[in-house]
């Protein structure tokens, strides 16, 4: 039994259905208040030094500030979002989902005060987004409705901007990517170094496999050739009078002693 199935044994009954979709609801009454009065946003946003002035909310706020603040993109977004919670929880369970986004809330929350600033709910998203990837790589979408891409390609797409920020940014903001996507790596993490494990252990056998195939021991073999049984499956083999071994090709002209 795994932690989080002793998680969810005692604390599955607190999970919220549907988080996703609340959370969707909320960037959309966010998104019209914003365009009310755009000062609204900025009252919502996961400032640490705000925070610890008695700003509280802040804490949760963030997240219903949504990543598109343009029309109709924001019906893309809210839509993408959506669809991807649904999909999660359904492969997930309600649990898991939840854990796997407050604990995605939590690090965040950490790195804005750990760093002194924050990408808003960026990464929180583009962390559920990779997990539907990992779990559905050949699942096929249309991108802006016209492009067809499976969602492991759409994923490597959208990591260009992390790299690009672990590649070329100060330490600081290379550690606020890592820390906010912590709950992928958490999650996907021990899975990935399993595969790992399990690869080059293939690997291994199939290589000393390869080796005995061709060091090992064999019954036939064609003194013309060279060719065995193992090397060629398919061949036939004669023996001559002489006690010499010819593959069919190149048998000699001899009277045979009988099949190999």
Known sequence: MTILDRLERHLGRFA???LIRYVVAFNALAFLLGT???GYLEVLSLNSAEILKGEIWRIASWIFI???TTFPWILLYLWATFWIGDLLEAEWGTFRLNAYYFLGMLLCILSAFIFGASFGNTFLNLSLFLALATLMPNMQILVFFILPLKLKWVALISLIGPLLILATGPLAAKMMVFVSLGNYLLFFGPHFLREARHNRGVAVRRAKFEADKVTG???HRCETCGITEI?????D???TPDGREFCTDH???ATLR???
């Open 16 to 18: 919220i259905p549907g």
């Open 36 to 38: 009310l009065n755009p």
């Open 66 to 68: 949504p990543d598109i």
């Open 217 to 219: 021991e064999t019954l």
């Open 231 to 235: 090397t060629r499956p398919d061949a």
């Open 237 to 239: 083999f004669r023996v």
């Open 251 to 253: 048998l000699p002209k």
């Open 258 to 260: 009988g099949d190999g």
